[in-house]
């Protein structure tokens, strides 16, 4: 993997510090602290349960900005599925938020790391990546999955998070061209940030 690490203050209205990692086919991943239903993306992922009933977190943020009609399409899904697995995803459109797409993931709840997370949370990037390209999505953000209310720790979920996207980002048929972290609050970005540059340091061009 090659790539370039680049550091960006001030970045723009919807949020306020940045970190850019580009990797040599020019696919990006940037990780921003922000508010994920406020930055214009074609799809933005959000951290769902596998009922699709809606919640707090950010899952009621996007339900909130989106409005009523994202909750009417998971209604129409939940007769036909029944429920969305943990470490899969399903679409909607997204109603009024800046974006073409939600797709709802559902990552799974924290024990002890020992029953499945890792794979189930890798999952639900997977899938979302998938999602977004038989839609021919360029641009999608993701909220860092699991690590409110279903206990991940941060650090763990946040390597999960980057590696599962740079190796998909380094296909080179992949057709995203653009992946954001959303960081809700500076710790949570500040870990994303540290591990970005940790871990993709040594592949800096
Ligand atoms: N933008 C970006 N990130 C956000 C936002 C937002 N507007 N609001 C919250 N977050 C962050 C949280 O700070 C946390 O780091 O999203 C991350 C995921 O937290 P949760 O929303 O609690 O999601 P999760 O841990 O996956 O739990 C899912 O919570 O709301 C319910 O219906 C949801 O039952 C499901 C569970």
Request: proline letters at 4%.
């Amino acid at each position: 993997m090659i790539c370039r690490i680049r550091w960006k203050e001030g970045g723009g209205v919807n949020y306020h510090t940045a970190m850019e990692i580009e990797f040599a086919n020019g696919k990006k991943l940037r990780l921003v602290q922000g508010d994920i239903t406020k930055i214009r993306v074609d799809a933005i992922v959000n951290a769902a349960n596998s009922a699709l009933v809606g919640g707090g977190g950010v899952d009621g943020a996007i339900h909130r900005a989106g409005g009523p009609g994202i909750m009417r399409e998971l209604d129409a899904i939940r007769t036909q599925l029944g429920y969305c697995p943990t470490g899969s995803a399903v679409a909607t459109g997204a109603g009024s938020l800046p974006a073409q797409y939600v797709f709802h993931a559902v990552g799974p709840v924290y024990h002890d790391g020992h029953h499945g997370e890792p794979a189930e949370l890798e999952g639900c990037y997977r899938k979302c990546l998938e999602l977004a390209e038989e839609r021919g999505v360029r641009t999608i953000s993701f909220p860092a999955i699991s690590t409110g209310a279903y206990g991940y720790p941060g650090a763990e979920a946040a390597r999960i998070a980057t590696h599962t996207v740079a190796r998909h980002l380094e296909k080179p048929e992949t057709g995203v061209r653009e992946v954001l972290f959303v960081l809700f609050d500076g710790g949570s970005y500040d870990l994303h940030a540290a591990i970005a540059a940790a871990d993709f340091r040594n592949q800096i061009k």
